[in-house]
């Protein structure tokens, strides 16, 4: 059963370029006695920009955290480039995770009180090794500069940074990596309105430039429709409804599609 | 910072000088004997008076502080270790590393502490570095408890998951990212358990089976001073408000540490 698996996620891979699949995924919360993700299935074909929608708690970020294996599943599996995560030798995941990032909601959350920025993207190329220690700073200013910010944010901790400045932080080390795959986990819904844009657009411009491959995550079917490809809805930890955007958002199927395109029109 | 704070960080500041300091502040050479000025009461040449063997009790009381001190921070240093390596462990950890440690840390805070030392002491020799080994690895359990506390909130921090995502080992993120955020609530205990630690010396020195004289300590001074205290108030009063004040001062600072935390 499962040499089939691996054997037809590598096949979907390399015939229509499948780069994530997900398959059955699970994940419970003892505590709460609920099914945060419940049993969802969906690709991730290379190079487009699938969206996420779903009202806050329905279970999207803790689907961002599974696909990432930043927490464990409790059924189901995930194939990139057909190779099962699941059942992966622990370097080799090492390997593969430099190919799947991920930029969070909150960025007072996401970087580290006490470090630098110069540290945050340099603790990147410590890990991996790929750059040598002299160039490490000329790489971390090129990439500061890449997301729009410079040399002098450097020696700066994040407290000094605006929530912008911080997100582009975040950006950058994601992008420091190297990688296929980003989630954006709602990367703009914690800034101002006129933030939003500019990060939006920061993240367009680098998807195009590298042909990079998102799952963009928001409750902002606004934002999704500008800049995805197609669309995902989520509700109380299942999918309900996937497609084109236009599709979805011309034609929703479903009830709480429905719903939704509704609310987000009364704004 | 408010006053006792601050009052309290010039006790503690003023005899970490002493310590450092005391070869140059000491008038006399601590052991030395003058069998002509046996007990004599504090004067401009003694100002603290001498003891039962005639040796300047201000000599012995500023190189006293030096060994008071060290046990002090030596011993809680090694509770440091011991109960932050643990604490992350069982915090970062979780499941199985987390039951045992905890249930470690409920066992050996059964045990009375103070008698525990004695009786260790009392099977191994009293030297000055048995006293800090077993009053640090006694002593560790709070700290260890705070900084699983303070691990367990902090790993479910978005940061911590980035670090995950760019690949960083487990004793990277434990040993770079969550201990250094984790240290606040542990230095307050680490602050306070110095006090601790310089009262249990002073008390097994006092008793006997702590640092052994010739060796000036605040405790074996006291001790000596118990045998005199007729004769010689002196011998007890100086080394007595020395403890005291020294446990003060480090009360004092922790307490104000903790308030400016949780602020």
Redesign the interface.
């Known amino acids: 059963m499962y040499q089939n698996n691996q054997r037809g996620a590598a096949l979907r891979y390399s015939n229509k370029m499948e780069l994530l699949i997900i398959d059955n995924l699970r994940k419970g919360f003892k505590k709460h006695k609920v099914r945060a993700v419940d049993d969802v299935s969906f690709s991730v074909f290379k190079g487009e920009v699938l969206g996420l929608v779903g009202e806050s708690g329905c279970g999207k970020s803790t689907l961002a955290?599974l696909v990432?294996r930043?927490l464990g599943a409790d059924k189901g599996s995930i194939f990139y480039k057909g190779k099962d995560l699941f059942n992966i030798s622990h370097n080799d995941m090492?390997k593969t995770?430099?190919d799947?990032?991920?930029i969070?909601?909150?960025p007072y959350?996401?970087?580290?009180?006490?470090?630098k920025i110069g540290k945050v993207i340099e603790?990147?190329y410590d890990?991996?090794k790929n750059v040598s220690e002299n160039n490490r700073k000329s790489k971390t200013i090129e990439l500061l500069e890449t997301v729009g910010l410079g040399e002098t944010y450097l020696n700066r901790l994040p407290s000094e940074l605006s929530g912008g400045e911080r997100q582009r932080v975040?950006i950058a080390?994601?992008l420091?990596?190297d990688p296929e795959f980003i989630i954006c986990d709602e990367p703009v819904s914690s800034l101002d309105i006129s933030v939003q844009a500019q990060i939006l657009n920061l993240l367009i411009e680098l998807q195009k430039r590298k042909n990079l491959t998102y799952l963009f995550i928001s409750h902002d079917l606004g934002v999704i429709g500008s800049i995805c490809d197609r669309v995902m809805v989520m509700q109380s930890g299942k999918l309900i409804e996937s497609g084109s955007c236009e599709n979805v958002f011309k034609n929703p199927q479903h009830q709480y599609t429905k719903t939704l395109l509704e609310s987000a029109l009364l704004r | 910072m408010n006053k006792l704070t601050l009052f309290g960080l010039g006790i503690v500041g003023f005899f970490i000088i002493v310590a450092i300091f005391a070869p140059v502040i000491a008038p006399y050479n601590p052991g030395q004997i003058d069998i002509e000025n046996i007990l004599t009461p504090p004067s401009s040449s003694h100002i603290f008076g001498t003891d039962s063997l005639g040796r300047d009790l201000f000599s012995r009381m500023v190189y006293g502080s030096r060994i008071s001190l060290m046990v002090g921070f030596i011993a809680v240093g090694i509770a440091g270790l011991i109960g932050i390596a643990l604490g992350a462990i069982a915090g970062y950890y979780g499941k199985w590393a987390d039951t045992v440690i905890m249930r470690f840390i409920d066992i050996m805070l059964c045990f009375p502490t103070f008698f525990l030392i004695l009786a260790v002491i009392a099977l191994l020799e009293p030297s000055i570095i048995n006293i800090m080994v077993i009053i640090g690895v006694t002593s560790w359990m709070g700290m260890a408890r705070l900084m699983r506390a303070e691990i367990l909130s902090l790993k479910e921090r978005d940061f911590i998951y980035a670090e995950k995502a760019i690949g960083a080992s487990d004793l990277r993120i434990i040993a770079r990212h969550l201990i250094p955020n984790a240290m606040a609530p542990v230095l307050v205990s680490v602050t306070l358990g110095i006090a601790g630690a310089i009262l249990v010396e002073s008390g097994l020195s006092f008793l006997g089976i702590g640092v052994q004289p010739p060796t000036p300590s605040w405790g074996n001074i006291l001790s000596e001073g118990k045998a005199v205290m007729g004769a010689g108030w002196w011998m007890m009063l100086f080394p007595g408000l020395s403890i005291f004040i020294t446990v003060l001062g480090y009360n004092l600072l922790g307490e104000g540490i903790r308030e400016k935390l949780l602020k």
């Open positions: 955290k990432l930043l090492r995770r430099k799947l990032q991920i969070f909601q909150d959350a996401s970087l580290d009180p006490r470090m603790e990147v890990i991996y975040g080390r994601a420091a990596t």
